[in-house]
Nanobody, 122 residues
Framework: QVQLVESGGGLVQAGGSLRLSCAVS????????MGWFRQAPGKERQFVAA????????YYADSVKGRFTISRDNAKNTVYLQMNSLKPEDTAVYYC???????????????WGQGTQVTVSS
């Protein structure tokens, strides 16, 4: 079993920054691709960013390209999401997930964290 625990969410003004962390335990972290998704009230959970196990290949939703950066530290079993130039429309619960295959697809992920709230005020 794999456990994922997100942290780093909070309230920030538009234009500000936050860094989310996701600590992974239970299996070999480096075997998994890691992704971040978000879900706003009344909306479906959507892809934000992903990174392959090789720590090289990354993917981003168009809405966050140039503002968000995903990274991972396999020695610390942790994946990060650096979020800059935040906008009110980035407000959502952010989830990290572990999986394989096409990391832009929600169904490719087997393990999920409990989520962390990010609120961006205007």
């Amino acid at each position: 079993q794999v456990q994922l625990v997100e942290s780093g969410g909070g309230l920030v003004q538009a234009g500000g920054s936050l860094r989310l962390s996701c600590a992974v335990s239970g299996r070999t972290f480096s075997n998994y691709g890691m992704g971040w998704f978000r879900q706003a009230p009344g909306k479906e959970r959507q892809f934000v960013a992903a990174i392959h196990w090789d720590n090289i290949s990354t993917y981003y939703a168009d809405s966050v390209k140039g503002r968000f950066t995903i990274s991972r530290d396999n020695a610390k079993n942790t994946v990060y999401l650096q979020m800059n130039s935040l906008k009110p429309e980035d407000t959502a619960v952010y989830y990290c997930a572990a999986g394989w295959g096409n990391l832009m697809l929600r169904n490719e992920y087997r393990y999920w964290g409990q989520g962390t709230q990010v609120t961006v005020s205007s």
